[in-house]
């Protein structure tokens, strides 16, 4: 969540405790946002959040219809990064 171009839309850089507050809040919310983590071959290489698009901070940077179901991804270190592809 360091890297800037990840910092710039997730707005979570800083030490760890930065993100693990913001899922903490997530799996003890309303449903709005669920938190996932991709795997490959047992090991951890993305972060996914799928959401309402219209109640998310990342709305600022595309806009959405009421309602709109959405998804976002952060991949791991640049070696995983890319190693994968959801099926068409």
């Known amino acids: ?47 996914w959040e799928i959401y309402r698009a219209d109640l998310d901070p990342l709305a600022r940077h595309c806009p959405s219809g009421r309602t709109t179901p959405a998804s976002t991804c952060s991949s791991a270190t640049p070696p995983t990064a890319g190693a994968a592809s959801a099926p068409p």
């Open 1 to 47: 969540m360091n890297d800037p171009a990840v910092a710039a839309f997730w707005e979570l850089a800083g030490p760890p405790s930065v993100t693990e507050d913001h899922l903490r809040a997530q799996l003890s919310g309303d449903g709005r946002s669920v938190p996932c983590v991709g795997v490959l071959d047992g090991t951890p290489m993305s972060y």
